[in-house]
């Protein structure tokens, strides 16, 4: 069987370079392309080792610390927890690439009878694995970057009224900027079973206009913003939140 060097480097070069720019966009690196194409230079390297006689486990040693230098030639050192992120989400990116290149061979290249999978003889192809390969990782950096963004505006809320307070999760609503009388507005998809006295809220969002039933509250503590003092918390029976229990004002991030 021929093996063409200069083929089996440009793959893994090519591949190194995507699982790399893939890390660096989930994480927000600063960081230049060129620097990116110099750590994926090293990690095609590898290839090269197959050609000795070495055993598995050398073989693994040698892969790892190969990551290692390519993390830190394409991300540079901060400290310990910077470079240790940098390799693990490395891995992860490589585990999501791997599985769906070994479910498409399996697929393709296997027939099942059974429990039992029969090799087919078709392999994948070099020109199916480039177009692919980035289609696959674009979508899972998107998913990524949308689950980070969603996942960064849950809040642990507690909220005093009276003597009482709740233990709330509360989801930070960037649209959410509603005001009375100076106050921020919170809501809520609880029942109003609190003596406090009433506030009739106006309103005017994308769904429309109304008014909402509020009571004034003694403060808001949302863990990782800050205390709140004198909100109102508002009750809406349509108000969906799914994990959450209270959507937070989007204005309390910027005070």
Partial sequence: MTIYVDGLLFLNFFFDFLLLLSVSVILKRNVSIFRIIIGAFIGSLTILILFFKITSFELFLIKVYLSIIMCLVSFGYKDLKYTLKNILFLYLVSIILG???????????????????????????????????????????????????????YYKVNI??????????????????????????????IKNNFKNKIFMVPYMGASGCGILECIKVRQVEVIGLGVFKDVYLGFSNTLKLNEAEVLLNGLMREE
Avoid at 100 to 119: A, R, S, V
Avoid at 136 to 153: C, D, Q, T, W
Wanted: charged share 20%; net charge positive.
């Fill in 99 to 153: 599985g769906f290149l070994y479910m498409i061979n399996i697929e393709f290249g296997y027939k099942q009878e059974g429990l039992i999978f029969i090799n087919k003889g078709i392999s994948l192809n070099i020109i199916f694995l480039i177009i692919f390969s980035p289609i696959v990782l674009y979508i899972y950096v998107k998913e990524m970057k949308s689950y980070k963004a969603k996942i960064g505006n």
């Fill in 160 to 189: 005093y009224i009276g003597k009482k307070v709740l233990n709330l999760n509360g989801y930070l609503d960037t649209g959410n900027n509603l005001k009375f009388k100076g106050r921020l507005v919170i809501l809520t998809s």
